[in-house]
């Protein structure tokens, strides 16, 4: 009885994790979530001044980088593992 019970409650909470996973990655990906998360990091792409006047790409890289040091796995495109 002890062990059913145990790989009932296992399945279950199984389950309410995958369940939550997905919610999370889903709501990650609102355009309007999405950009709120952005939002510094594209704001600073244009006020930073190089001194070795690098390309739009390299500034917008930067950015990228230091959103998913920042964010971490509230950056909407880290991915949950499910």
Sequence with gaps: MLFFTSVL???????LNGSLLHWWNKRKQDPVRRQELLAPYSENVGVEVEEDSGSEYDRNGRADRQA???LGDKHPDF???I
């Design 79 to 81: 991915q949950y593992v």
């Design 68 to 70: 998913w040091l920042d």
């Design 9 to 15: 409650l296992l399945g279950f909470t199984a389950i």
